[in-house]
């Protein structure tokens, strides 16, 4: 694909994977099957815990609105990708970048607040079991669904943080979607105020949701102390070991990606970290929490 004239068309150009020449063709086929086997995880989350009663609790509740809500994150950015892969050099509008921006970091926002309130649930029914459903009534779960929703808020933020600046001439972002640190680097003049607000935005979210789930936990292994029978604390642990892993997977990426200077972004390490967030984490989550739900069933 040639140049795009940029002073005739207001957008941006995705680069991608367009230097892997031939094997393109063969990465389509791989990111497809991925995908497809994480929608289909998530679809089938959702299903069974909305079919068996027994799994009409708050903690499959909120899982089940946390599958919804990576895939509405995945299906803003990855279907266009595949077409980005099948078709090489692929354009997007300048407000269909912004759009995208929008969507997948205000479902990404929300993912961190949903695992939060997952960990107050184990918190919960863990250490105060006999008034879990006293206390995490369905007015109380309809609020925390609803706060985690408040991640709309920060992913409009970042939104306007990035979009407020002067692109340069070149419009060719060296990535697969719009994301913050590809098209931050557009920026012709001093992205000083822009980093310290993307930097401020993200801290928010993730040390909120992290205190919290750091918190929920330290006191769910202070309960988990006191249990005297191996059998207890063996069922304690399996109801939180898929909710940790998950988190500790998802801390991780987001912390390179988000809490670092412009300066230290890296083409190389930046698209692989983003393939593993944006494909790898969600394929990961529904397999993690369908054998999470599977154990916990068994015991």
Not at 48 to 64: A, E
Not at 97 to 116: D, I, P, T, V
Request: charge should be neutral; charged fraction near 10%; aromatic fraction near 14%.
């Amino acid at each position: 694909m040639g140049q795009v004239n940029v002073t005739s068309w207001r957008g941006f150009v995705f680069l991608g994977f367009t230097s892997f020449g031939e094997l393109q063709l063969l990465l389509f086929a791989l990111f497809l099957c991925l995908y497809l086997v994480t929608l289909t995880s998530n679809v089938f989350i959702i299903v069974i815990i909305r079919l068996d009663s027994p799994l009409h609790m708050p903690m499959y509740l909120f899982l089940s609105f946390l599958s919804f809500s990576e895939s509405c994150y995945t299906l803003g950015i990855i279907p266009r990708m595949l077409s980005g892969l099948a078709l090489g050099v692929q354009t997007i509008s300048y407000m269909g970048c912004a759009a995208q921006m929008f969507f997948s970091g205000s479902w990404a926002c929300a993912n961190y607040f949903l695992l939060s309130v997952m960990g107050f649930d184990r918190y919960v029914a863990i250490c105060t079991p006999l008034h879990y459903a006293s206390h995490l009534n369905p007015t109380l779960c309809s609020q925390l669904v609803g706060i985690s929703l408040s991640g709309y808020l920060f992913g409009l933020g970042m939104t306007l943080v990035i979009f407020c600046l002067s692109f340069c001439s070149s419009h060719e972002i060296q990535h697969f979607f719009c994301d913050t640190p590809p098209v931050l680097s557009l920026d012709c003049g001093d992205t000083g105020l822009s980093e310290l607000g993307i930097l401020i935005l993200s801290l928010l979210v993730l040390l909120i949701s992290f205190f919290i789930i750091t918190i929920s936990h330290a006191y769910i292994l202070a309960a988990d102390l006191r249990i005297s029978s191996a059998e207890g604390q063996k069922k304690a642990f399996s109801t939180c070991a898929s909710h940790l892993t998950v988190v500790i997977i998802h801390y991780g990426c987001a912390s390179f990606m988000y809490l670092r200077p412009k300066a230290s972004y890296s083409l190389e390490w930046d698209q692989l970290i983003a393939v593993t967030y944006t494909v790898m984490i969600p394929l990961l989550n529904s397999i993690i929490y369908s054998l999470g739900i599977r154990l916990c069933r068994q015991l």
